[in-house]
């Protein structure tokens, strides 16, 4: 494993600029995400760090060595594709093993360099090297892939060519491992055991990794740390929980995945509540903002809803009407217009002969520390 740190990274395609001044370090044996929406630069920078693209400006360091000006196959690095970029003509065996091949081959001589070659034709005339053998033996049972060798790609699913390729990135015991959005192509089911598998392995591991996604709920329940990215720039970083809980602008609020994101004015503050305009309502929140002009978070799952008759006490508390609810299993959600608003609201573990419906008349509370004041950038 091994720290990498990137300096003041600058990525032009023409006028446009992909990259525009990322500086960012991971640890060694850190799980490191860049998350964004499409377009937002995450994906240019891993290729940077990967060497498969050349920065404009900036520098790379992975562990004490400036890698800025080596090609890719140089760097510590083992990558994962989105695409899984397995060649199909190869055996799972030989698709796991083509980087230590390739290793061998440029650092051989002219018999070691036929030897390789001639192993894809022949395994009887031209044996593999022993230790090489059980190297991706290892790897293969690493990702959970025992007696899979002899197979060809297609005949895998997605989920175990998924494994594949991670199986060929970590099999040349690289110090870092790069991974673009790897399990985008897959059902959610596969997707969700995936992210445990690699979370496991690379903790076994205890090797450098940088991920990159656009799903929120990945990069939460993955990474030690993240960094969200916006036109090319990371405009907010920190723990998965610093991010969600304390979001540093109205468009990391956003994209985190705040439902209820008003914009709101302060318009009296004391020692430890503040009075929140927002539309028609006014309500608490906890804190002190730094401006007057804010945007008000209130998170779906943070509110309750009850039956008029029913006791509810709240720090912050309306009558509301139900727009719209969706039944999905674990959760009901709902949409409850109150006033000029109209608020997310999640229900945990919902009765299905309790659950309201469009037109129902509600009660609608959430606690002052519930409201997050988000400063206008």
Do not use: W
């Amino acid at each position: 494993m091994a720290r990498v740190r990137v300096q003041d990274l600058v990525k032009l395609y023409g006028p446009l600029r992909a990259v525009d001044g990322v500086s960012l370090a991971v640890e060694e044996g850190e799980f490191f995400a860049l998350l964004g929406p499409s377009g937002c630069g995450k994906t240019t920078t891993l290729r940077c760090i990967a060497g498969l693209e050349r920065p404009s400006q900036g520098e790379i360091i992975i562990g004490e060595q400036p890698v800025t000006s080596l090609p890719a196959y140089e760097r510590p690095c083992g990558m994962v594709f989105q695409s899984y970029a397995l060649f199909p003509h190869l055996s799972v065996f030989d698709n796991v093993a083509y980087g230590l091949r390739a290793r061998l081959y440029r650092q051989g001589g002219p018999l070691t360099k036929a030897a390789i070659l001639g192993s894809f034709l022949s395994r009887r005339a031209f044996p593999l090297d022993a230790a090489l053998r059980e190297r991706v033996r290892e790897a293969l049972h690493l990702v959970g892939l025992d007696g899979q060798e002899g197979k060809a790609p297609g005949q895998l699913s997605g989920g175990m060519q998924q494994r594949v390729a991670l199986a060929r990135a970590l099999v040349t015991e690289p110090a870092v491992l790069l991974l673009d959005e790897p399990l985008s192509n897959l059902d959610r089911k596969l997707r969700v055991s995936m992210r445990g598998t690699i979370r496991k392995i690379q903790q076994a591991l205890r090797i450098t990794a940088i991920y990159v996604t656009h799903d929120q709920e990945e990069a939460l329940s993955l990474a030690d740390r993240l960094a969200i990215m916006d036109r090319g720039r990371i405009v907010q970083l920190g723990t998965p929980a610093e991010i969600y809980d304390r979001p540093a602008t109205p468009f990391v609020a956003d994209f985190i995945g705040a439902e209820n994101l008003f914009p709101a004015r302060a318009i009296r503050s004391g020692p430890d509540l503040t009075l929140v305009e927002a539309g028609d309502l006014t309500f608490r929140a906890a804190g002190q903002p730094k401006a007057e002009r804010v945007r008000a978070v209130v998170r779906p799952q943070a509110i309750r809803l009850a039956r008029p008759e029913e006791p509810l006490a709240a720090d912050n508390l309306f009558r509301g009407e139900v727009r719209f609810g969706a039944y999905l299993g674990a959760t009901a959600r709902y949409e409850v217009a109150v006033k000029n608003l109209v608020f997310v609201v999640d229900v945990p573990d919902p009765r299905p002969g309790a659950l309201y419906t469009p037109g129902d008349q509600v009660q609608l509370g959430f606690a002052a520390e519930s409201v997050l004041l988000v400063e206008e950038a």
